[in-house]
């Protein structure tokens, strides 16, 4: 078993998404099985190899200049909000201090 | 979550502890545009109109790196006196937060910007080197209103204008040990970082945040304690009260057989107190990994030299020299150098006048109490440097007497005119020249008889009165000293 | 016109001696596509306003006798991972059912600069994370050449409008072998270009290492055609490349005669026996076009799933973040708290292999698990990239299978992800390497399933990958 269903309410929850017991169980099986190919990694040597993070061919970094450009505006910006205010974006009240 | 059930901790119990102290401090950069797109970063806009795909967090939108931004962060690195990597690499920081449009944070992680700079500050005489761990680049989250609309109690607002802001970020060692050293090291870094002209460091625009490191172990003791984060911290004041109630909390609590827990505690300044904040459950698990979006940033020696010779002098060493090349004393130095705007102006004044000593008492007096009279800053001042070191220059030359500068000073600021311009115009000019004088002293003279007598007699005091009415005579274009001189001579 | 078969060079004769207009045409192929679209699904949606806007704009540039462009008139498809401004595009998810975008990606806009006609979004994987698009949250795509069967996935749709003919060309986007596999399932051409040849700015990101925006035709040449008008620096994309881009269709003659062709041992031992003959069919193709086929080794491989879905899922877990009910995506009507807003808009929206990918990426990037996962699979990727850059030396390109079977049924594979995922293994080695690759038809089986050849060249190395993709068209395949 490489991996519980305590972890994957654990990484459920880091990733928010709601599980039902049936979902968890199914997905633990799921994911098990999945890491259990993945432990094929610990075969290979890797010492002293490099990460390869990304496709790099050495580009030059492509910085930008410090001008301003025209922002998408109010009403673009919250065309698609599924609850808004007065030009704002709403969300339940979050509770913090 | 810990109550502060405890005892409040006596002066000798704190005495017997000492505070291990850390900072790290956000400073949001003096950029036009934010640090992955080209919205501006204008304070005070409506709410979500400076923003556009790249820091609304859409789908498919990507970030580009601002060269300003990055310029700007490796000044204040080289001003910390830190080692700029060669090379360093965006990390992306992921946790949800409404604020947080990507649902991830774009930073650096373990190839920051620059690292193992420090910066020296002087307590009581004393100097101290803090240092410092490293300095790298992220974004800014935008702002959550929990309050002000008609459904607050239910709802959250949130403005993103202020997403994607650039900010860097620079972690101390956990080398205070007072709670007036982490101010005295806030101090040094906002005013390098102000000075080079990174940014503006407004704490109440929040463009300076600080939040506290605060451990406690027994004086001699080797190892650290646990510490614990204290955030919130919006003012120099803030940051003092609440290091001081957290060392205090901390130390009554293990006075009273209790033990620090390592958590993020808020400041409230209504109370004074620090809080632990709700279960901030998976808080911590970051999940970090290179940032694939963005290519990693290379700082060649070429770049890096063309910036250090870009830097502006560090007010250190300006204070240095204004103590030796110009003579002043080091409280003056120091008022002078407090701000770059100031230090600059006063060197116009000192090098248009030729007289910097005179510069600095002009500039520290009547200038800084026009400026607070009429709530300006220096860059706003209705006298130039340049018109006030003529004035000042005028004045060393004997062109001018102090009374009228004084005068002249005040037409200048309501009217923006240079010195020579209202001299010429009002003919202000000191008369020193004792030829054109001397009809006045007699004058004076003939028309106070008694005074001349109580002079005669001894009452030498009466002089200034007699001086007094040349002034008046001559409206205050007389030189005082020659006045002065003409009638020791005539009256014996 | 028989607009199932058209191609750019017909459709620009037509329009150039004004045997038809854009418009004509643009009206023309979208009554097509509406009529017989829903026997496959390939398109969620049609975009006739900006069809015929475009259309319009090509034929008053002819008017005015200027030139209309390298794609004047021809009808697009656009995978609906692909941001349009102003069309709804869902990325096949709940979570953006209604998600009407206020800007275009880099490709569209090209796209359109070169006088295509979009003329809708096509159906594909919920995020483009799959490999049949049955993982669609609208439906599934159907197979046009068999349609009990799935097209591949996850740019189904793309793969079955060209195929099916309602498209002359289509965009589509490839991180494992979302555009090579459909190509292969369906009989079409499907092009992956070096990473960073084609900007993704306005591609919904799955996995921002990987993924790639690229072609579907139904010839060498339109692929290339289309690449072309779509490839080059994007300053809004810093991962991509400033290579100059060389005119693709402008295919050299001489054929391919010569050229060292390498063959990976690693990829011929789990062929499925109709596929395998197929491959080998086409591999004595091109020898007697006059290749050297050579067997190469690419010894990695073993680890490339592994390595691939390590991290892909990690970075698509962070890219998948911002779907939270917040800004623009459904939220979920029980959200009385920050917290059950997040979870549930999350848990409701998202079909359950995204969830599945989220999850396994979350968990490897978590605390303790990153050195063993994340940092390890970073390691085998350089192997595997290194491995591809060896064999470049000795071979001008590689020839390979596309996948170890032709298109299966629908239905038939959901039940088991691992399995799902072990296929991908002839595309994802390309993909992780960042090296251009593409599925050409090789032949069919017996039953008529199409299969494709895969060919894939150094980094950059299209022009060689198109000229024996080219010439092994020409050659008509195994036939």
């Not at chain 1, 970094?61 to 709403?90: C, M, S, T, V």
């Not at chain 2, 101390?172 to 390098?192: C, F, G, I, N, W």
Request: hydrophobic share 40%.
């Amino acid at each position: 078993m490489r991996i519980t269903e305590k972890e994957v309410r654990y990484v459920a929850g880091l990733a928010n998404l709601k599980l039902d017991d049936a979902e968890v169980a199914r997905f633990r099986a799921d994911l098990d099985g999945i890491l259990e190919h993945m432990d094929k990694l610990n075969e290979i040597d890797t010492a002293g190899v490099e990460p390869m993070a990304q496709v790099l061919f050495g580009q030059a970094a492509g910085l930008r200049e410090d001008i301003p450009e025209q922002p998408l505006g109010n009403e673009a910006a919250l065309a698609n909000a599924p609850r808004r205010g007065p030009g704002y974006f709403k969300v339940p009240k979050v509770v913090e201090r | 979550m810990s109550l502060s059930a405890s005892a409040p901790a006596t002066p000798e119990a704190i005495a017997r502890y000492e505070p291990v102290i850390g900072l790290e401090v956000h400073v949001q950069l003096a950029t036009a545009t934010k640090i992955f797109c080209g919205c501006p970063t204008s304070f005070g806009a409506p709410p979500n109109t400076n923003v556009c795909p790249v820091c609304l967090g859409l789908p498919g939108a990507l970030p580009v790196l601002s060269r300003e931004a990055v310029e700007l962060a490796v000044k204040a690195a080289l001003a910390l006196n830190c080692r700029v990597r060669p090379q360093s690499r965006f990390a992306r920081k992921n946790y949800f937060y409404p604020d947080l449009p990507k649902g991830y944070q774009i930073s650096m992680y373990d190839e920051p910007l620059a690292e193992n700079g420090y910066v020296d500050i002087v307590l009581e005489g004393a100097p101290k080197r803090i240092g410092v761990t490293r300095v790298h680049m992220e974004d800014d989250a935008g702002k959550l209103l929990h309050e002000g609309f008609r459904d607050s109690e239910g709802c959250s607002y949130v403005d993103l204008n202020r997403s994607g802001t650039p900010l860097i970020e620079i972690v101390s060692e956990p080398d205070m040990r007072s709670s007036d050293e982490a101010y005295a090291y806030l101090t040094e870094v906002k005013q390098r970082l102000q000075f080079i002209g990174v940014s503006t460091c407004d704490m109440e625009k929040g463009h300076l945040r600080c939040d506290a490191n605060v451990s406690v172990r027994l004086k001699g003791a080797e190892r650290f304690g646990t510490r614990a984060e204290v955030k919130n911290l919006n003012s120099f004041r803030f940051l003092k009260l609440a290091l001081d109630y957290e060392i205090s909390r901390q130390v009554a609590l293990i006075e009273s057989g209790g033990q620090v827990e390592q958590e993020t505690r808020l400041y409230n300044p209504d109370t004074g107190e620090t809080a632990g904040m709700r279960g901030k459950e998976h808080a911590h698990d970051y999940r970090y990994f290179p940032e694939p979006d963005l290519l990693p940033l290379r700082i060649d020696e070429p770049w890096l030299d063309r910036l250090r010779a870009a830097m502006p002098e560090l007010p250190a060493r300006k204070r240095a020299r204004f103590i030796e090349d110009y003579g002043l004393r080091e409280y003056d130095a120091e008022v002078l150098t407090a701000t770059r705007a100031g230090s600059e102006y006063f060197e116009t004044v000192a090098t248009v006048s030729g007289d910097p000593k005179s510069a600095a008492h002009w500039v520290m007096g009547d200038l800084m109490g026009l400026l607070k009279a009429e709530g300006k800053e220096i860059s706003e001042s209705p006298v130039s440097a340049r018109h006030l070191g003529e004035l000042v220059g005028l004045t060393a030359k004997g062109e001018l007497s102090g009374k009228l500068a004084k005068e002249v000073f005040a037409k200048m600021s309501a009217s923006g005119e240079a010195p020579g311009a209202i001299i010429e115009r009002e003919g202000l000019k000191q008369i020193s020249d004792s030829g054109a004088l001397e009809k006045a002293v007699e004058d004076a003279i003939a028309n106070s008889p008694k005074q001349v007598e109580q002079y005669k007699g001894g009452k030498t005091t009466v002089l200034n009165f007699l001086v007094g009415q040349v002034m008046r005579a001559t409206r205050g274009q007389a030189n005082v000293a020659v006045v002065t001189e003409l009638f020791k001579r005539k009256l014996g | 016109m028989d607009i199932a078969s058209l191609s750019i060079d017909s459709i620009r004769e037509g329009l150039l001696s004004r045997r038809f207009s854009a418009a004509e045409l643009a009206a023309d192929a979208l009554r097509f596509a509406e009529a017989a679209n829903p026997e496959t699904g390939a398109y969620l949606r049609f975009s006739p306003e900006r069809a015929l806007a475009s259309a319009r704009r090509v034929d008053e540039r002819i008017a005015r006798g200027e030139d209309p462009g390298p794609l004047a008139g021809v009808p697009v498809a656009v995978k609906d991972v692909i941001l349009t401004k102003g069309v709804t595009t869902t990325c096949g998810s709940k979570l953006l059912a209604g998600y009407v975008p206020p800007y275009d990606a880099t490709a569209v806009v090209r796209m359109e600069e070169a006088g295509g006609v979009i003329l809708g979004k096509t159906n594909c994987d919920e995020f483009a994370m799959g490999s049949s698009t049955e993982n669609s949250a609208f439906g599934p795509v159907r197979n046009p050449v068999a349609l009990d069967r799935v097209p591949g996935g996850s740019s189904g749709g793309s793969a079955a409008a060209v195929a099916q003919g309602t498209a002359v060309v289509a965009l589509g986007s490839d991180t494992g072998g979302s555009i090579r596999q459909p190509a292969s399932f369906c009989g079409v051409v499907g092009v992956t270009p070096t990473y960073g040849r084609v900007s993704r700015f306005g591609l919904t990101a799955f996995a921002s290492s990987l993924d790639h925006i690229g072609p579907f035709a139904r010839n060498v040449k339109d692929a290339a055609t289309l690449l072309r008008a779509i490839a080059g620096r994007d300053v809004r994309d810093s991962t991509s490349a400033g290579v100059p881009v060389p005119d693709y269709a402008a295919l050299p003659g001489g054929g391919v005669k010569g050229l060292k062709l390498g063959l990976p041992r690693e990829y011929l031992k789990d062929l499925k026996s109709e596929t395998g003959a197929l491959i080998s069919g086409g591999v004595d193709a091109f020898q007697r076009l006059g290749c050297e086929v050579r067997e190469i080794s690419l010894p990695s491989t073993d680890y490339a799933i592994a390595c691939y879905y390590i991290i892909a899922t990690a970075e698509a877990s962070s890219n998948l973040a911002r779907f939270d009910g917040v800004r623009y995506t459904s939220r979920s009507a029980s959200s009385e708290t920050l917290a059950d807003m997040y979870r549930n808009s999350r848990g409701e929206g998202f079909g359950a292999e995204c969830k599945r990918r989220i999850m396994l990426g979350t968990y490897v990037l978590s605390a303790g698990y990153y050195d063993a996962y994340y940092l390890k699979a970073q390691k085998a990727r350089a192997l595997i990239a290194g491995d591809f850059a060896r064999a470049f030396e000795e071979v001008d390109a590689i020839v390979a299978p596309v996948s170890p079977f032709p298109a299966f049924k629908l239905g038939e594979k959901v039940d088991d992800p691992l399995a799902m995922y072990l296929s991908d293994i002839y595309t994802i080695t390309g993909s992780l390497a960042g090296i251009p690759c593409m599925s050409v038809p090789c032949g069919k089986t017996a039953g008529g399933l199409p299969v494709g050849m895969q060919i894939l060249a150094t980094h950059f190395g299209e022009p060689v990958m198109f000229r024996v993709a080219s010439a092994f068209e020409q050659a008509g395949g195994v036939n």
